[in-house]
């Protein structure tokens, strides 16, 4: 069964602090992306990789790095966490296709972040 | 400017009746249209896509529409019941040289009450 798992539901963070955000998935998928949710606006891609050490900028990657080691792991960083970072973080992953037709995102269950 | 919009923020319907869900985009080289379902404290799930080529595709109770002139499309669910109250995003695919990466509307909340 297809799994990706997210290091924290819930995290409370102090304006200034390094935010790690951890996703795995443990279906040998080459994609992987990672979101914020907010009210009204949707789902937002920050950042994607298609590969190990691969990164893309998605359409918010202000105030956000990523970091991708091993295939099976991508980590989401807040350099130094602000109040408008405060969101719902999602990680999701698919299979890379090379048609037109794009392969389904499996997504983990969130992490709540904070900053106060 | 969001690409792909969901106009409608919440919607209510009685069980046992059509649910209909919209969404509406504004690039044309969209080529792949995906539902996603999510419930609180869970990430989304798909539920049902469609493809450019197609005006329909089914799955049990749930049916997609694509309306390319019109640059819509909608999710009927029939007939709606209580589990489907949940928060429904509509997502599109840019042209494929921008790989695998999806453009997500705003989502609408549907309530099917009992």
């Known amino acids: 069964d297809v799994k990706v798992t997210q290091s924290s539901r819930y995290l409370v963070k102090r304006t200034g602090e390094k935010v790690f955000l951890e996703c795995v998935q443990d279906?040998?998928?080459?994609?992987m992306f990672w979101y914020r949710q907010d009210p009204g606006l949707g789902l937002r891609l920050i950042y994607f990789?298609?590969?190990?050490?691969?990164?893309e900028k998605g359409d918010i990657p202000e105030g956000y790095s990523v970091s991708r080691e091993k295939k099976e792991r991508f980590s989401l960083i807040l350099e130094s966490a602000s109040t408008n970072q405060t969101s719902m973080y999602l990680c999701?992953?698919?299979?890379?296709?090379?048609?037109?037709?794009?392969?389904?995102?499996?997504f983990g269950p969130g992490t709540r972040l904070t900053v106060l | 400017d969001q690409q792909v919009k969901q106009n409608s923020p919440s919607l209510s319907v009685q069980e046992g009746r059509i649910s209909i869900l919209n969404c509406d985009y504004t690039?044309?080289?969209?080529?792949?249209f995906l539902w996603y379902k999510k419930y609180p404290a869970e990430g989304p799930t798909f539920l049902i896509s469609?493809?450019?080529?197609?005006d329909k595709n089914e799955d049990g109770r749930f049916t997609v529409f694509l309306n390319k002139s019109a640059k819509h499309l909608s999710l009927h669910i029939v007939p709606s019941q209580p589990g489907d109250s949940a928060v429904y995003f509509c997502?599109?695919?840019?042209?494929?040289?921008?790989?695998?990466?999806?453009?997500f509307g705003a989502g609408t909340i549907l309530r099917v009450k009992s």
């Open positions: 690039n044309s080289m969209f080529d792949y």
């Open positions: 999701a992953s698919s299979l890379w296709t090379s048609g037109r037709f794009t392969d389904t995102q499996y």
């Open positions: 469609i493809s450019s080529i197609k």
């Open positions: 279906m040998d998928h080459e994609n």
């Open positions: 997502a599109a695919s840019p042209p494929s040289s921008d790989g695998n990466k999806l453009v």
């Open positions: 990789s298609y590969d190990v050490k691969m990164k």
